[in-house]
């Protein structure tokens, strides 16, 4: 890959619609960066809540309004107007840790061939109480594929290279299209895990992870098999059996009016497509 300069711009790339209680902790957590190179450019399709009125205190914002409405137009639209000889995708609701672009940039520039470096993350409440800390690990391709996405969005820092070479978000993957673009980088170039904290993930009512739960896993089971998993994948089998252990748990413990619930929301699930 090409060197970077001396000092990269990185551009983050926040998707915004209606999270006003959550993005001036995102808009903070990016201008308290160490780093003296920062574009961020938040992507905003008319949110009618507080939003528009806490973007306006931060001037230095390079705001996109209006934007596509979808996460993935968002998330692509950035990309491409995006200066940046690094990019980031930082959603409207999570947020980074102190120091996170420095440690970031000096691990792409110390690793000459990495096209993302990633690393662990914080899991917080709607009030940023931490709830965990997450651990990920060195992941190769065929992690990504066979077992999960070890990359935690918030702290993945990308060369921009990298996505100019296999192309940015499928929108046919809505759920999972970060995921998806790991895969095909890892497919051509080295990834690197750095054993550190870099960001948070909010954990909250009523974001797609919990609303879209098991379109999620559809899109996964699809986009993994396309990409050559196979159907007994490590996806497919911690999934089934993490459902099959917590219904006999509910059984064992006399819980069937849970049991029943939880049952129809799966069923409820897969039938809506």
């Not at 959603?91 to 061939?113: F, R, S």
């Amino acid at each position: 890959m090409k060197p970077l300069p001396e000092t990269p711009l990185v551009s983050i790339i926040t998707p915004s619609y209606n999270t006003g209680r959550f993005i001036e902790e995102t808009l903070r957590s990016v201008q308290v960066q160490d780093y003296p190179r920062i574009e961020h450019i938040v992507l905003d399709s008319w949110s009618t809540d507080q939003t528009p009125e806490i973007l306006e205190r931060f001037p230095s914002v390079r705001l996109i309004r209006p934007a596509p409405p979808d996460l993935t137009g968002k998330m692509n639209m950035g990309i491409m107007i995006a200066k940046g000889d690094i990019v980031s995708i930082l959603c409207a609701d999570d947020y980074l840790l102190p120091g996170a672009v420095t440690k970031a940039v000096n691990a792409l520039k110390q690793n000459k061939d990495i096209a993302i470096v990633y690393c662990n993350f914080l899991s917080v409440d709607e009030n940023s109480v931490e709830i965990e800390r997450l651990r990920s690990k060195q992941a190769s391709f065929r992690d990504l594929v066979d077992e999960r996405n070890w990359i935690p969005s918030q702290t993945a820092f990308i060369r921009r290279e990298a996505v100019e070479c296999v192309g940015t978000f499928q929108e046919r993957y809505m759920h999972v299209c970060d995921w998806d673009l790991f895969i095909r980088i890892s497919k051509l170039f080295a990834i690197l895990y750095v054993d550190d904290s870099w960001g948070a993930a909010r954990v909250r009512k009523g974001q797609m992870s919990d609303v879209h739960k098991y379109a999620f896993w559809r899109q996964a089971r699809w986009m993994t098999r396309g990409h050559g998993a196979p159907f007994f994948s490590r996806l497919f089998l911690d999934f089934w059996q993490g459902k099959l252990v917590r219904a006999a748990a509910m059984l064992r413990s006399g819980h069937f009016a849970e049991f029943k619930s939880k049952l129809r929301d799966l069923i409820n699930g897969f039938a809506h497509r």
